[in-house]
C-alpha cells in the first residue's frame, strides 16, 4: 500500500468497513472535482477523476474512527502514483483533494492506494492471439444468454464441473464473482488452445436452436473463431495496388468466409483472387493472359517477364530457388481448391489447418508480387525524376555557354 496524504494524528490505520455507497461517492467526486478545476487545481480534480477510489471508515491503534480515500488500482497507475510522491506539486495535489472533500463534508484522514492484485495472462493472449474482448461480450451475452444475473442454466457447481468435462485443470472457485464474471475472467486469462476448448464445450453444452440466441449464424462464427485458435495468427488480407474488381471481390468472399465458417469455406475464393490478381498483373504489363492460363503459368512468365524481377537482390540464387518453390506449392493450388474445398460438391473437404496454409500461401505471394511491382515501379518514377534533373541541368550548362 502507498500512503499518499495524510493529516495530523496517529500514522497508521485500519479499514474497518466501506463507507459511503458508490452512488454517494461518485456524487462527492463529481462535485470536488469540479470545484478543484474551478480554483485551477487541475492536476488534483485529474486525479480525483481518474483514480477509483471510494471513502471508507478506518480506526488506528488508539481507536479513533474516521475516513480514508482508498483506491485499488492496476500495476501501471500504482507505479505512476508511486513515482507522483518524488514531486512535491504531485503531493501538493493530494493535499488539495483531501480539503475539498473535508470542506464538502466528509473529512479524510489519509488517502492511501493498494494494488490490484492480477492473474498473470497467457502470453499469446498479451500478444493478441487469443479471444477479443468483444468476442468474449458476444459469446456470453448474445449466444449463451444472460437473465437475473445467471449465465445459462450455470449454476457454482455445474460450472465446475463443465471444465472437468472438458478435461481443464480449472477451478472457479478460485475466482472471485458470479458465475458469469468467473467465467469471463476464466476464458479472457486462459491461452488460445484452452480458449478454443472452452468455446467447444459451450457449444456441445447450448447447441445451436436451444434457445432464439443459438442461430445457425452465431454458431458458425463461433466455429470460426476457434478454427484461429486453434491454427494460430493469419497471413494478412492484402491491400492491392493492382486489383480488379474480380480480385477485390474474392477477396472480400474470402476474408467474410474465412470469418464466418472457417477457412475450409475460403479456399475457393482465394484462389479465384490469386488467379485474378496474376492475370491483371500480366495484361498490364503487356504480357500473354489467355482465358485458360493456369496459375502456375501466369506465375511463370510475370517472374520471367516482368521487368519487376530482373533485380532480386543479393543471394539471387537463393531467391529464385525460393520462387521455383512458391511455382511449385501454385501449382498444387488447382488440384487442392477443384477436389477438396467447396468449388465442387466434393465429399472430402480440406481440414482446417491445412485450409488455412493454403489461405496465407496465397496471402503470402500476394503480398510479395504487389510490394516488388510497387518498388519497382517507384524506383522507376525516381530514375525518370532524376533523368529529367540531369536534362534541365545540361539545358541550363548549353544556354549559359
Not at 25 to 54: D, G, P
Not at 121 to 128: E, K, N, S
Not at 180 to 198: C, G, H, M, Y
Amino acid at each position: 500500500m502507498i500512503e499518499l496524504y495524510h493529516a495530523s494524528g496517529a500514522g497508521d490505520f485500519t479499514i474497518l468497513q466501506d463507507g459511503l455507497t458508490h452512488d454517494q461517492c461518485q456524487l462527492l467526486f463529481e462535485n470536488a472535482a469540479r470545484l478543484l478545476a474551478e480554483r485551477s487545481q487541475t492536476r488534483a480534480a485529474e486525479i480525483l477523476r481518474s483514480v477509483s477510489f471510494r471513502v471508507v471508515y478506518a480506526t488506528n491503534h488508539f481507536n479513533d474512527e474516521f475516513s480514508v480515500l482508498h483506491g485499488v488500482v492496476p500495476l501501471e497507475q500504482y507505479e505512476r502514483l508511486r513515482r507522483g510522491q518524488e514531486n512535491s506539486a504531485e503531493r501538493q495535489a493530494f493535499v488539495q483533494i483531501a480539503e475539498v472533500l473535508s470542506e464538502l463534508g466528509t473529512y479524510i484522514r489519509f488517502i492511501a492506494v493498494e494494488l490490484a492484485l492480477e492473474r498473470p495472462v497467457h502470453p499469446a493472449i498479451q500478444r493478441g492471439l487469443g479471444l477479443k474482448k468483444s468476442q468474449i461480450s458476444k459469446l456470453v451475452y448474445k449466444y449463451i444468454g444472460v437473465s437475473g444475473g445467471y449465465l445459462g442454466d450455470f449454476s457454482y457447481r455445474s460450472h465446475q464441473e463443465f471444465y472437468v468435462e472438458l478435461d481443464l485443470d480449472i477451478d472457479p472457485y478460485t475466482r472471485d464473482g458470479t458465475t458469469r464474471e468467473r467465467f469471463i475472467t476464466i476464458l479472457r486469462e486462459s491461452a488460445p488452445q484452452v480458449q478454443a476448448r472452452i468455446l467447444e464445450g459451450v457449444l456441445a453444452r447450448f447447441p445451436v436452436g436451444s434457445s432464439d440466441l443459438r442461430t445457425p449464424q452465431r454458431t458458425a462464427e463461433i466455429r470460426s473463431w476457434i478454427t484461429r485458435l486453434r491454427t494460430g495468427p493469419h497471413v494478412e488480407q492484402p491491400t492491392l495496388r493492382i486489383t480488379s474488381e474480380v480480385v477485390e471481390r474474392a477477396l472480400l468472399d474470402a476474408q467474410e468466409l474465412l470469418r464466418a465458417t472457417g477457412a475450409t469455406s475460403g479456399v475457393d475464393r482465394i484462389h479465384t483472387a490469386l488467379h485474378g490478381y496474376l492475370r491483371e498483373v500480366s495484361c498490364k504489363a503487356g504480357l500473354a493472359a489467355p482465358e485458360d492460363a493456369t496459375l502456375t503459368r501466369l506465375f511463370k512468365q510475370v517472374r520471367e517477364g516482368h521487368p519487376a524481377f530482373r533485380d532480386v537482390g543479393p543471394r539471387s540464387d537463393d531467391i529464385l530457388r525460393v520462387l521455383r518453390a512458391i511455382a511449385t506449392i501454385l501449382d498444387s493450388f488447382n488440384p487442392l481448391r477443384n477436389k477438396a474445398s467447396v468449388a465442387h460438391p466434393n465429399p472430402i473437404l480440406l481440414p482446417e489447418p491445412e485450409a488455412m496454409l493454403v489461405i496465407n500461401a496465397a496471402r503470402t505471394i500476394l503480398h510479395y508480387i504487389d510490394e516488388k511491382l510497387y518498388r519497382h515501379g517507384t524506383d522507376r518514377e525516381t530514375e525518370d525524376a532524376g533523368a529529367a534533373q540531369q536534362r534541365h541541368a545540361a539545358d541550363g550548362a548549353t544556354r549559359h555557354r
